[in-house]
């Protein structure tokens, strides 16, 4: 039945693109250009120079150090504070990678290193102040209403994620990796190759889920022309920069408050790449969808109590473009349309939830 369904998904995509050719090609490119033009210059630079502090073991000093205090306020091992760090300098997914490659080593327990996956995953502030607030906002001054609120958000959900670890397991010493002592040329290499191979993946994702977005958004307004503004912002919720993108569809405080949760949540092509990282170490995504939506909604309602408490000038709202939406739209399809998005994500968690209960058969004498 899992086999069915995803062929039906995957039949369903190619017709479209076949149908809308020249859509798809358009949407394509719109989501290389964001690509390009968004998300390279905000975290290729410093995926680089996260990666080669791992390399070079710069961190593990870090680690000793913080490991009292991560342990006994989060619940985790010193591996925290700069998987985290990194995280909220460089943006998704380098706190995920990290986490694997430190998995890999043996540095980290498997329940450890699952609950991380959830807890080290932020946006950038590169991206939050450069590619939204500058490039597509026009205002970088309201780039304090989504970064604060953004990384408060992360930090509560860890504190709350780390307390439920620490209850569930037993707390165990820091472990640090072997320190070999790489030349700076080698540690530079391996640091540029595993972060281009993990930009190629962002691309990739990005153009896909881009196009996915637009060929349905494409239908929506062929088909439910009055229905087709929120069922876009719905659909944006599939990727990041795309949605981004979306939020002109609203306008004022609302456009913000939609900005926060989305960048906080990640769309589903960033847990589409979590995910793929998480697989290629044999790691399980426990409770990701739950931690990010908590996550979103954490951030976007401080940032929408900090709208009220310090409210922006009337200037910096009057110069962002802006759609109004059509007051007759049903507000259920926006939420049909999520859901629909994160149904076969779901029939894939049932799956793997029934194989996991499911009784192994002895060997027979």
Known sequence: MQKKVQAAFVGLFCLLIFCNAQAAADSAHRA???????????????????????????????????????QRCFGFSGHFAYLFGCSALSGYPIGAKL?????????????????????????????????VCLNMLRAPRLAVYLLLPHYLAALTCCLLSGRRFAREHSSSPLRLPPAKSLPWSEALSRAVSSCTASMLSVCALMVIYGVGIDLLG????????????PGKLALGLCELTTGCANSALLSGQARLAYLSFLCAFGGLCIHAQTASLAAAASLRLRHFWVHKSIQGLLSAAMTVALLKICPPDASCFAALPSAALSPTCPTW???TAFLLCLWPFAVQAQKTRHARLKPRSSPSP
Do not use: I, K, N
């Not at 494409?218 to 503004?229: D, G, I």
């Open 218 to 229: 494409t239908l929506l307004l062929r088909f439910l022309p009055q229905w087709a503004l």
């Open 32 to 70: 290389l250009s964001l690509f390009s033009g968004t998300v390279v210059p905000s975290l290729f630079p410093f995926a680089v120079a996260a990666s080669l502090l791992f390399e070079l073991h710069a961190l593990d000093p870090l680690a000793r150090r913080l490991h009292r205090l991560t």
């Open 99 to 131: 986490t694997a490659d430190l998995f890999r080593q043996d540095c980290l327990s498997r329940e450890e290193a699952e609950a991380l996956l959830c807890c080290v995953s932020t946006s950038g502030p590169m991206f939050l102040y450069a590619g």
């Open 333 to 335: 399809l926006t939420a």
